[in-house]
Each structure stands twice: as structure tokens, then as C-alpha cells.
């Protein structure tokens, strides 16, 4: 037995594919341009992934030629090469990497402070895995300069970026010897007391030996 209304089911369906098609027909041009936009947009959006896969390409391959320079010593050129890649190639993990070549380079050529600046220049684009290891190379710079303050900061956060855990870890306790140095003893106390106490006990030994250093008595 039909229940009421199932008879008018039929017509219903009939009736809405009717309407869509009218629809359609009315609004064909404004159809097909919401489809063409849909498709542009994607079209779009895969070039622009691709440009960028292709300009870290270029940016890797420019870098080993720089680097290349580098480690045969002939600063001079890879300065010019390596300065190249870093303003060509920004953002990406390739221009990061020349910018730390370029700061190593300096630091071993007595210019730290050219070497921070280049540093500090890439710090806020580095791609995630490079973050810490730029913060790292900072710390390091400052220690140079005898800036342990800022040298300290900079290790703070390597280790808060660093992925690994023994990296942390040795980015923490570089930063105890820089805020020693600074003369911010209880500061280094307190990370070394934390490394005294990490569960892997990486560098508890030494965490010792410098909690000794930091609370003996004068004349002890």
C-alpha cells in the first residue's frame, strides 16, 4: 500500500532535475567560468609549487659550487660566490646554508662581526631543520666577540629549536659556560643542576664538575 505522498516522489525528482537543468541552461556561462577559475586556480597552485622546487634546486646546486671555493681556501671568491646564493637564493635551505658557510668563513678570518650580521640576516627565513644550527653558529660568533651575554641567548635557542635531543642538550650546556663567562653564575647553576639531573645523564659528569667550580668557597 503507498504510502501518502510517495506517488508525488517520482514527480518530485522530476521536477528538481527540471529546475537544475533550466539552471543550468540560464546560468551556463557563469557555470563554466566557476569551473575555469577552479581549474586556473589549480593550475596555479602547482606552478607555484613547482617554481619553488625548482629554485631550491638552483639554490643547492649554487651553493656546492660556492662551497666548492670555500674549502679549496680561496676566500676571496667564495665570499663573492657565497654573498651570491645568500641575496639570489633567500628562504631557501640552500641561501641559509651559504650564509653559514660564509659566517664560519668569517669567523675563521678574524671578522666575527660580519659573520653574526650575516647570520642575523637569515635567522628569521631559515627553514625549520636549520633554525637551531643558525642560532648555534650566532652563539658561537658572539663568543668570539666576547659577548657571552648574547652568546648564551643564542644558545638558548639552538637548543629550543634543535630537533635532536643530545643536541639540546649541548647547546644548554654551551650556554652555562657562556653565562659563566658573562659572570651570571646563578643562571649557569641553574641549567647545570638541570643537566645534572637529565634522565640520559649526557653531560651529568661534567654537570658536576662545574656546579663544583660554581659554589666553591673562595680560599676552600
Known sequence: MATPGSSRRPDRVEETSQRLGEFLVVHRAKV?????????????????????????????????????????????LAEADLRTVVTRYSGTPGGVMAAMTLARMQYETGKNAEGVAALRDVAGSAPRDLKGEVQALLGAGHENLGQFDEAAQAYLRAAAESRFAKEQLAHK????????????????????????????????????????????????
Not at 44 to 71: P, T
Open 173 to 220: 650546556a654551551a650556554a652555562a659556560r657562556a653565562l659563566t663567562a658573562a659572570g651570571k653564575k646563578e643562571e649557569a647553576l641553574a641549567i647545570w643542576r638541570e643537566l645534572e639531573e637529565e634522565p640520559t645523564q649526557f653531560l651529568a659528569a661534567e654537570a658536576r664538575v662545574r656546579i663544583g667550580e660554581l659554589t666553591a668557597q673562595p680560599g676552600g
Open 32 to 76: 563554466i567560468a566557476a569551473v575555469l577559475a577552479l581549474v586556473v586556480l589549480g593550475a596555479a597552485g602547482w606552478f607555484y609549487r613547482r617554481s619553488i622546487d625548482v629554485k631550491h634546486d638552483r639554490a643547492e646546486v649554487a651553493y656546492l659550487r660556492a662551497r666548492q671555493a670555500y674549502e679549496a681556501k680561496n676566500y676571496e
